[in-house]
T-cell receptor, first 113, second 112 residues
Framework: DAKTTQPPSMDCAEGRAANLPCNHS???????VYWYRQIHSQGPQYIIH???NNETNEMASLIITEDRKSSTLILPHATLRDTAVYYC??????????????FGGGTRVLVKP | EAQVTQNPRYLITVTGKKLTVTCSQN?????MSWYRQDPGLGLRQIYY???????DKGDVPEGYKVSRKEKRNFPLILESPSPNQTSLYFC???????????FGAGSRLTVL
């Protein structure tokens, strides 16, 4: 899996967009960018993933640069319940042998009123 | 509601007293796995199962056992717990062709 670099922490104002960056300069052609989050001591929660095109779902948008060396997760209208640690993971699609997911340090996001 | 259910959510036990943490999913997922999460060490995979009666070791299997007799259940067994198994445990599952893991809410285990 390609190495990712995320800022350790960031604050965001409630109601504003939260933009979470992730660098993955060694990403290979068949590796996807996944985002999960973990609200304090709860189970990690899948947010979104993409290969090269920008993606959007009900939770967030994922913007991947043209060279695929970095990406940004956008939470369009952050709420207090979005306070969590956000993990950017770059890996190939799960294969038949196992389903290991490796989380790095992540970005601790604090949404403030 | 589609979910992965773990029990117990919290447990304090003593060294050597066998315990089982249950995991059940209602999504007909083929793959299931167990992780432990410790401060500074991130999420580490203990065991995984590709389908009924098929299990394999993850990165930190020592001191743990699993079984997969039914598709929906994947219990984690600690035959003789030790204090270094004090941790937060997560069960996760997915469909064979999917790239997204669904996690349980977690089980916090303390071994005295």
């Amino acid at each position: 899996d390609a190495k990712t670099t995320q800022p350790p922490s960031m604050d965001c104002a409630e109601g504003r967009a939260a933009n979470l960056p992730c660098n993955h300069s060694t990403i290979s052609g068949n590796e996807y960018v996944y985002w999960y989050r973990q609200i304090h001591s709860q189970g990690p929660q899948y947010i979104i993933h993409g290969l090269k095109n920008n993606e959007t779902n009900e939770m967030a948008s994922l913007i991947i640069t043209e060279d695929r060396k970095s990406s940004t997760l956008i939470l369009p209208h952050a709420t207090l319940r979005d306070t969590a640690v956000y993990y950017c993971i770059v890996r190939e699609p799960f294969k038949a042998a196992g389903n290991k997911l490796t989380f790095g340090g992540g970005t601790r996001v604090l949404v403030k009123p | 509601e589609a979910q992965v259910t773990q029990n117990p959510r919290y447990l304090i036990t003593v060294t050597g007293k066998k315990l089982t943490v249950t995991c059940s999913q209602n999504m007909n997922h083929e793959y299931m796995s167990w992780y432990r999460q410790d401060p500074g060490l991130g999420l580490r995979q203990i065991y995984y199962s590709m389908n009924v009666e098929v299990t394999d070791k993850g990165d930190v299997p020592e001191g743990y056992k699993v079984s997969r007799k039914e598709k929906r259940n994947f219990p984690l067994i600690l035959e003789s717990p030790s204090p270094n198994q004090t941790s937060l445990y997560f069960c996760a599952s997915r469909h064979a062709g999917a790239n997204v893991l669904t996690f349980g809410a977690g089980s916090r285990l303390t071994v005295l």
